[in-house]
């Protein structure tokens, strides 16, 4: 059976990206106990996966660094299952963690949204940020020809990394129009420290084509991929490439602040100046309060991390920086909206549950997710729906129910773990 | 760090970065990590531990999410299919 | 413009949707209308262990009437409904529940129902996770599983296929005197109406005592072959039969998809449909304790219900003391996938004035009153 750890600290931070790593440390000068809870093996999230261990200077050092040298004890490979008032309970590899906490900061990230066609999980088609991901954690694509699609500005990210790794980028595919496109990079030189991330990622792609109201509508292969088809202003054309990396900009991870009670505000976990939740104590950053990038999620972060543990004096200081950073949410929400079209990329027979094989035609046949899910049983595979409901969510407008423990499959025996956790709450 | 690690995908040798996850080792084998519930070979799309598709046996343990483990050396990976 | 219906259902969960087809297939034009969708009650939290039972003979009687009415059907069913004569295996712990296993041998062999006793070994190899030692048991070859939402689906489809006409998300508000009025104001006119909104039920028949008894349940990630039977203590008797205390027993069930449902829970007046991590963890550590391996699965979900409850845990199955023609089908407790079928027999012959299979005494809702005594 399972040993179950006991951690407590006076700030818990869960999510050990920039807003987390970001948080702890501005929660650490206060002298009090920290903990930076993450189920990956090393800290970093996703922008700055793989970069905790590596021996390249990169932006992320400077953090690293400080957290490294910081009293913040850092909980690797152990995932928040489960949330009771003052207190978490996680899993990892061999223990089931019990975390109780004065303070919360939920820093939970956001993942890519998927949308099914035709190919989709034809092996190496990956997410955008799932193939750069896979590069950081050592996939080796040097001479590889990449197809880069979907849409949002992690696509740019994506595209400009790639080639660095030494692969050959045939094409960027963003669904969105030229100029909404034209737009949004003029509108983030704008912002300050944006600008010369900018013109540094127009330099880098110059050479890497990019074409505006473009989407894939196909993937073909044997046993992987071979061929995209693309539908580019009308027309449609194919591409030989190795790996198809699709993703149609980010979702937040609400999961585990809906299960903690915080309210959500227009589908965004809801919080006032000080970062906090509707929740007293527990606080959140990042992603899940709204989708804007690197610089955002590291000053809400700090702003979290000091009002958790009473700073507000220095909290306040950062307001101006944040305000500045916050219009990158909107910039992107205006930019980036997905097109009716890609409602219908989907065949009756392609798949949109990928854990239960479920085509797009069997959920057709019901009017809720709910009805979906119990006869069609989609959602019910070990994603709990995290890849198709999201799908679902944009192709029929439904609305995905509520978030019940555990929050991510656990051993059995982890579950039993739970006993000495308090009643619900609310 | 430019080290290399050693592991075994279906028996076969795979040699990664020092770092690398074990999902990685397993596309640079050129197999498919699953197979799905009406036999399509899946390999990783999400590379956070979201999608599942990455599920592998690791050392004897089976279902393991392969993308959020670090390779180490002589690790035995089978994927399910 | 069709024609108005003649008999018309209040929910369309396993109950509701076995009495459409059954009283479609003798002709009879039938509307039923669902708050919701199909199984968004009860049946979609259910089980569907098909199981013969017998703690009373009214019990037995039923159950045993439904589970050769589901077994007749079973070549008809699609690959969704998932139905599975995997049987029942009783497990005993010791030598009183020995004594169970032998009592309940003898009176289902008096009764025609196949069954063989298990001693400690053969229990073992029967179900190889098992621990040991356990003092035995007794396998119902007879008894399956089905999977409740598209079993629902299935019948409906074939009373649809009959005539039949379902109305979703449409609140029923009142039913009786041969009418029911929708929260909206529609009325529907109707000789007969038929209660098998499960838990709503005693909201339109007043009178009726059935009380919600939460239960809980996980489900695995699919493990293939390792489990071939549904597998129940024998202490689960003295769970259901208890009317008052939180309780847990032993009870998995293998899935078609290879994965494992872990039950079983019962709670009175519990509050809500949120999980509760306590009563969770009992039932798990109860289910360790006969079956350990299963403490190294992945659980994927969790999830309650409610099964609704009558004081002397048979259904009630007949008119309504307060209206002839509003026949209640609902209080079916843990066993409403498995006797949603005989019910739908019992319901249609009471509307048709015909003779019943099985006596029907036992399962009328007047029972209830009298139980009571009424001024």
Redesign the interface.
Known sequence: ?DSVKHLRFDVAVVGAGPAGIAAALAAADSGRTIGLID????AGG?IW??AY???RPSASSIWFDRLNKSAVQIVR?A?VF?A?AGELAAESDDSVIQISYGKLILATGA??L?LPFPGW?L?????A??????VK????ISGKRIVVAGTGPLLLAVAAYASKCGAKVIGICEQTTRPKMARFGLKMMLIPDKAAEALRFAYNLRSIPHWTDCWPVAAFGN??LETVRISRQGQTSEIACDYLACGFHLIPNLELPRMCGCRLRESFVAVDEYQQTSVSGIFCAGEPTGIGGLELALVEGEIAGYAATNWEDRAKHLFAKRARHQKVVRILQDAFPLRPELKNLARPDTLVC????VPHERLCE???W??AK??ARCG?????G??CAPAAEFLFGWQIDSV???LF???????????S?S??RN | MSESISVRVNGKIVSVRAGSTVAVAVLASGATCRVSVTGQHRSPLCGMGTCFECRVAINGEPQRRSCQVLCEANMEIETNG | MNKPAEVVIVGAGIVGAACALELSAEGLRVLVIDESFTSAGSTGAAMGHIVVMGDSEAQFAITRYSQILWDDMRDQFPTSVEFDPCGTLWVAADEEEMREVRRKFDYYRERGVSAEILDSQQVRDAEPHLRAPLAGGLRVPGDSVVYPPCAAEFLLQKARALGARVIQAQQVAAIGKGVARLADGTVFAAGFIVNAAGQSAPKLSPGINIKPRKGHLVITDRYPNFLQHQVVELGYLKSAHSLTSDSVAFNVQPRKTGQILIGSSRQYDAENSAVDESILARMLQRAFEYMPDLSFLSAIRVWTGFRPATPDKLPLIGPSPQDPSVLVAAGHEGLGITTSLATAKLICAQILGQRPAIPIQPYLPSRQIAAEAHV
């Open positions: 059976m189920d990956n093996p090393t996703q996966r793989g261990n590596s021996a490979g995932r489960h009771a993942r890519e998927f999980t092996p190496n088609v990956m997410g940020g799932g193939l750069q991901a896979f954690s050592g996939l080796e046993r992987r990928r854990c239960e094989d019901h009017a809720s709910r009805a119990l006869h019910m595979g070990p994603c709990q995290r890849i019940r423990p555990p499959p656990v051993r059995c025996s982890s579950l039993v773990a739970l006993s956790h009643a619900p």
